[in-house]
T-cell receptor, first 115, second 115 residues
């Protein structure tokens, strides 16, 4: 079946512009995660959704970052007034159940470059 | 907070050589431990995992043992192949029940295997 998909695959934007990144999780996966990977660093957790529960936003680096998810489907990560330090690969993952041991399936990522 | 430290790369080996990639962690309680792999041009995928002390995860000839006394989860393979060339990430998931399965990652180790 189809895996996690993300769009766009690459995005170049000017400093100060807003960007939206999209994630389509695997059908039926109730949990959805966003991570960020800056050059030479590990993946940083950003935000997590589980069904209708309030999302865990503890990893969002500033109030310029926000994310939404409609039910158990598509999620959008929005970055307002982008800064150069926002340049990174943004990865989305989904999993079947809200369980620490359950495998997270990752999408290919969106490479964001802020000029 | 939780953290993962893994050896810096790149690691360059000849085919059939032995591989060890070191990973140590800092966390409260008993986290689950994972190795993820990212092959060139592909998304991140789970390689193996261990959920309690002394467990050994294994897959595709790779092994890692959860050592609580040394807070380590080193990745090993007895004979690497060119097809093992990839970036390897060590990660942990928190031990606390009732929380999200957000993953804390190391910075990644690039492995290059040559003929």
């Amino acid at each position: 079946g189809a895996g996690v998909s993300q769009s766009p695959s690459n995005k170049v934007t000017e400093k100060g512009k807003d960007v939206e990144l999209r994630c389509d999780p695997i059908s039926g996966h109730t949990a959805l995660y966003w991570y960020r990977q800056r050059l030479g660093q590990g993946l940083e957790f950003l935000i997590y959704f589980q069904g209708n529960s309030a999302p865990d936003k503890s990893g969002l680096p500033s109030d310029r970052f926000s994310a939404e998810r409609t039910g158990e489907s598509v999620s959008t990560l929005t970055i307002q007034r982008t800064q150069q330090e926002d340049s990174a690969v943004y990865l989305c993952a989904s999993s079947l159940v809200w369980d620490r041991d359950h495998e997270q399936y990752f999408g290919p990522g969106t490479r964001l470059t802020v000029t | 907070g939780d953290s993962v430290t893994q050896m810096e790369g790149p690691v360059t080996l000849s085919e059939e050589a032995c591989l060890t990639i070191n990973c140590t962690y800092t966390a409260t309680g008993y986290p689950s431990l994972f190795w993820y792999v990212q092959y060139p041009g592909e998304g991140l995928q789970l390689l193996l995992k261990a959920t309690k002390a002394d467990d050994k995860g294994s897959n595709k000839g790779f092994e890692a043992t959860y050592r609580k006394e040394t807070t380590s989860f080193h990745l090993e393979k007895g004979s690497v192949q060119v097809s093992d060339s990839a970036v390897y990430f060590c990660a942990l998931s928190p031990a606390r029940s009732g929380t999200a399965s957000k993953l804390t990652f190391g910075t990644g180790t690039r492995l290059q295997v040559t003929l």
